[in-house]
């Protein structure tokens, strides 16, 4: 790569300017001294030696400062930074001096990020670890009660291999969210983008849900009839899951004979938002902003009763994003929780209210 100097000769010129201003007063102080006063000899000298004091002192300080700033160059070389070193090299102080403080809120920036991943990747780590461990040695329990002798007997023999199988489907539960969750995050899973009925979907995700919500004595329901389909466009299947997570939330969190209310309204004219409401626990305002983070639990307990993988909020999150469009949450402590999600109303539709 060609090296191009940008010069700067102000130092230079400063310097023969005292140098020179120096070696008049001595020169004019001598002729007057002996009596030799020539002002034509001053002047020429005093031009001369301007003139090669700016030439040595260029030359010289150029090539010495050059030679340190070109180390400094190398030495980011090595860091494989494209931000410094793909400039050409220059001797200019104040452009080198932005260039480097430039190239030091970057390196900072990079590595405070560096320092975020690494805190992410071990708390993700530990998840994954607490989350499989307790599934993998409950499975492992059982079978091994099982090949101490406690397999002669059938009824124990049925019921630890009915509990390891659990275990099992809970570890592909987990498996199946975080390959899920990754597809996600890296834009990998293409979505089947279609016209439906989402009042239709709703309806079958209750339908889904009634046994489950019945053990809590809870009411899935909308908030009003409609006498109409509401069609929006997206991934039906995946809309679903969305819908799917959200309600079986809201029945683990919710209070016996409580209420979850399902409303789907126009929020603009090519938009509609979807609300579920709850009046269940509640989440403390201090664990919103970090909701739906992977394996974020707001129990910090560590309690499992409730089962799940601790990534549904995750995967709720980045279906809706992945359509585009945006997820909210509004809670209060032991009053209920209320999550909303916006989705593209179709084509059909918005012709047809015209």
Same mark, same amino acid.
């Given at each position: 790569?060609?090296?191009?100097?940008?010069?700067?000769?102000?130092?230079?010129? #400063?310097?023969?300017?005292?140098?020179?201003?120096?070696?008049?007063?001595?020169?004019?102080?001598?002729?007057? %001294?002996?009596?030799?006063?020539?002002?034509?000899?001053? +002047?020429?000298?005093?031009?001369?030696?301007?003139?090669?004091?700016?030439?040595?002192?260029?030359? #010289?300080?150029?090539?010495?400062? %050059?030679?340190?700033?070109?180390?400094?160059?190398?030495?980011?070389?090595?860091?494989?930074?494209?931000?410094?070193?793909?400039?050409?090299?220059?001797?200019?102080?104040?452009?080198?001096?932005?260039?480097?403080?430039?190239?030091? @809120?970057?390196?900072?920036?990079?590595?405070?990020?560096?320092?975020?991943?690494?805190?992410?990747? @071990?708390?993700?780590?530990?998840?994954?670890?607490?989350?499989?461990?307790?599934?993998?040695?409950?499975?492992?329990?059982?079978?091994?009660?099982?090949?101490?002798?406690?397999?002669?007997?059938?009824?124990?023999?049925?019921? %630890?291999?009915? #509990?390891?199988?659990?275990?099992?489907?809970?570890?592909? %539960?987990?498996?199946?969210?975080?390959?899920? +969750?990754?597809?996600?995050?890296?834009?990998?899973?293409?979505?089947?983008?279609?016209?439906?009925?989402?009042?239709?979907?709703?309806?079958?995700?209750?339908?889904?849900?009634?046994?489950?919500?019945?053990?809590?004595?809870?009411?899935?329901?909308?908030?009003?009839?409609?006498?109409?389909? +509401?069609?929006?466009?997206?991934?039906?299947?995946? &809309?679903?899951?969305?819908?799917?997570?959200?309600?079986?939330?809201?029945? @683990?969190?919710?209070?016996?004979?409580?209420?979850?209310?399902?409303?789907?309204?126009?929020?603009?004219?090519?938009?509609?938002? &979807?609300?579920?409401?709850?009046?269940?626990?509640?989440?403390?305002?201090?664990?919103?902003?970090?909701?739906?983070?992977?394996?974020?639990?707001?129990?910090?307990?560590?309690?499992?009763?409730?089962?799940?993988?601790?990534?549904?909020?995750?995967?709720?999150?980045?279906?809706?994003?992945?359509?585009?469009?945006?997820?909210?949450?509004?809670?209060?402590?032991?009053?209920?929780?209320?999550?909303?999600?916006?989705?593209?109303?179709?084509?059909?539709? +918005?012709?047809?209210?015209?």
């Amino acid at each position: 790569m060609a090296i191009k100097v940008k010069r700067s000769y102000r130092f230079a010129l #400063r310097s023969s300017v005292i140098i020179s201003l120096l070696a008049a007063l001595v020169l004019y102080g001598l002729q007057w %001294y002996t009596n030799t006063m020539n002002y034509g000899v001053l +002047i020429i000298f005093i031009a001369c030696l301007f003139g090669f004091s700016v030439a040595i002192l260029q030359v #010289r300080i150029e090539k010495f400062i %050059y030679r340190r700033i070109k180390k400094i160059y190398d030495d980011v070389a090595l860091l494989e930074s494209s931000s410094l070193t793909s400039d050409p090299i220059t001797t200019d102080m104040r452009t080198l001096t932005a260039e480097i403080e430039k190239f030091a @809120k970057d390196k900072k920036i990079e590595i405070d990020t560096l320092k975020i991943r690494e805190e992410y990747r @071990k708390d993700f780590l530990g998840n994954v670890s607490h989350e499989l461990k307790t599934p993998l040695f409950t499975v492992q329990g059982y079978i091994l009660t099982l090949l101490d002798g406690a397999m002669e007997d059938p009824k124990i023999r049925k019921k %630890y291999l009915e #509990r390891a199988e659990k275990g099992v489907d809970r570890l592909i %539960y987990i498996v199946k969210d975080l390959d899920l +969750i990754t597809k996600l995050e890296v834009g990998d899973l293409n979505l089947e983008l279609e016209r439906f009925d989402i009042l239709e979907l709703i309806q079958s995700v209750f339908d889904l849900l009634e046994m489950k919500a019945s053990k809590k004595e809870i009411t899935l329901m909308f908030d009003m009839d409609y006498p109409e389909p +509401i069609y929006v466009y997206g991934d039906e299947e995946k &809309i679903q899951q969305v819908l799917t997570n959200l309600l079986v939330n809201s029945i @683990k969190y919710g209070h016996v004979n409580g209420t979850t209310e399902v409303s789907v309204e126009n929020l603009i004219k090519n938009k509609v938002i &979807i609300r579920v409401t709850d009046n269940g626990e509640g989440i403390a305002a201090q664990n919103i902003p970090r909701l739906f983070e992977r394996f974020y639990r707001v129990d910090k307990s560590g309690s499992r009763k409730e089962g799940g993988s601790g990534l549904g909020l995750s995967i709720v999150k980045h279906i809706i994003e992945a359509h585009g469009e945006k997820i909210y949450v509004e809670s209060v402590e032991d009053l209920g929780s209320e999550f909303s999600f916006t989705l593209e109303k179709s084509t059909e539709e +918005i012709d047809t209210n015209l």
